[in-house]
């Protein structure tokens, strides 16, 4: 399964990005980031969670506007997602969990970086979709 395969990749690049933020080297945190970025684009496999993961810590790196555009752009396609999966009445699906997933980290990460619009117009459709899917708590 190549979406296994990149995501396992994705989030080791997370993962490495990461370690190297924690130990001061912010130059090779953002140089790994993009890189991931690059070599597992969203129109090759879907970004997913690790991808999503990675937009709070681009931002803390200083790429701020390409943190938000990523993030926007990764919100709108998890919503258009759950839209097409509640349409179809596509139930139970990981499809569907990751998009939440997905959305839901980015309406955090539209919060701190102080995206009021984004962040509360998300949010209402995070909490609506939340509501409506087999995950709601």
Excluded: C, W
């Amino acid at each position: 399964n190549y979406q296994r395969f990149v995501s396992s990749h994705r989030r080791a690049f997370l993962n490495l990005a990461s370690q190297y933020y924690r130990e001061g080297d912010t130059t090779a945190a953002l140089t790994v980031l993009n890189k991931g970025f690059e070599l597992f684009p969203n129109s090759v496999i879907p970004y997913d969670y690790a991808n999503a993961a990675m937009i709070p810590l681009m931002h803390r790196l200083g790429d701020k506007d390409r943190a938000i555009k990523l993030g926007k752009q990764m919100a709108d396609e998890s919503i258009e997602l759950l839209k097409y999966l509640r349409k179809e009445q596509i139930r139970y699906s990981s499809r569907e969990y990751n998009a939440l997933n997905i959305l839901e980290i980015i309406t955090d990460a539209m919060k701190e970086f102080g995206q009021q619009e984004a962040y509360e117009r998300y949010n209402q459709t995070y909490q609506n979709m939340l509501s409506k899917s087999q995950f709601s708590r």
